[in-house]
């Protein structure tokens, strides 16, 4: 085969379109995601307490309806019960994702502390599981 004749095949790689997914944006951080985006955990919770008034109303609504609305009524309530359990999920994922965050960070600071004092290295990866369970099994006695 002769290699002068052969083709190259040329390719250009594709840069994403979002400006936050560029390289000159750097590496996602946690820390920082929380610092710029922590209210949507409270707009989370706004949001959960709102639900759960309308449905409270609606479901009053329902009682004393006359037939002919019933259906609707029915249909909204069913709605507003799978908006509720969404929220649910959601507030209960921030206060999970907060815990969670909480004890990595605690054990940074440890790690730290123990390196100041003489320790070997250590890193994140190798008990990243371990204290995702610890921090759910303190999230479920908390409550």
Known sequence: MNRDNDSLIEYSIKLPRDPRFLPVAGEFST????????????????ELITLRENLKRARKLLLSSPRELQAG???DVNSLE??????ESMVDKDRREKVEQEALSEMAKE???R?????????????????????????TIRF
Do not use: I, P
């Not at 070997?120 to 099994?137: E, I, Q």
């Open 31 to 46: 820390q920082k995601f929380q610092e710029q985006y922590g209210f949507l955990a409270d707009a989370h919770k706004t």
């Open 73 to 75: 009524r029915e249909r």
């Open 82 to 87: 799978l908006a509720v359990k969404r929220a």
């Open 111 to 113: 790690e730290k502390d």
């Open 115 to 139: 390196r100041k004092q003489g320790k070997g290295g250590w890193w994140m990866k190798d008990c990243s599981c371990r204290l995702r369970f610890r921090a759910v099994n303190r999230l």
